[in-house]
């Protein structure tokens, strides 16, 4: 078994909670940033890579700079979770079109690029994003690690989503705690 080499990996957690329903994940967003910022912070300090997988927002002429900046500019819960997991100039990014970080994507490029076999999973939602995510994640054989506490989502469907995941074994659940011992 070889040494884990994990990358942590942020998903969708910059946007304008302009789409239907997202004033029921708001709250759950930005407590979920909170845990980010605090995976984020560890992953920093043992130099190990941090790397944003983030949609645009359906802007195809938008870069990840200039996303991370509508969102600094936007009122409210924008501009609080991404003041909160603002990228440092060491960090990575990929946009994606769809639900799945890997999608279309050169993740797997960079991941093997970075020598990284374990997938600290984060973001939104539960049950898209992060799912199919995780699911990709599984299938190209990187240990997928999910901290339930960072990761947002709605009530129960939250709840189902890291339920379905563990039970099909596509992603291990550690929680936060645990994880930062």
Not at 116 to 127: E, F, K, P, S, Y
Request: with cysteine; net charge neutral; aromatic share 8%.
């Amino acid at each position: 078994m070889k040494k884990p080499m994990p990358a942590l990996l942020i998903v969708d957690m910059f946007s304008r909670f302009d789409f239907p329903e997202a004033d029921l994940i708001q709250d759950s967003a930005l407590s979920a940033a909170k845990a980010i910022a605090r995976l984020r912070q560890r992953f920093k300090d043992e130099e190990k890579p941090v790397i944003y997988a983030n949609d645009n927002f359906a802007n195809w002429q938008m870069d990840f700079k200039e996303l991370v900046q509508e969102c600094l500019v936007t009122d409210g819960i924008s501009a609080k979770i991404a003041t909160l997991l603002r990228p440092s100039a060491d960090d990575y990014f990929v946009l994606k079109p769809k639900h799945s970080a890997f999608l279309a994507t050169p993740l797997a490029v960079l991941l093997a690029k970075l020598g990284c076999n374990q997938l600290v999973v984060c973001g939104m939602a539960a049950d898209s994003c992060i799912a199919s995510t995780c699911f990709d994640s599984n299938s190209r054989e990187y240990e997928t690690v999910l901290v339930p506490e960072a990761v947002a989502g709605i009530g129960a469907r939250k709840a189902r989503a890291l339920q379905l995941l563990e039970d099909a074994q596509a992603a291990r659940l550690v929680p936060i705690e645990r994880y930062l011992r």
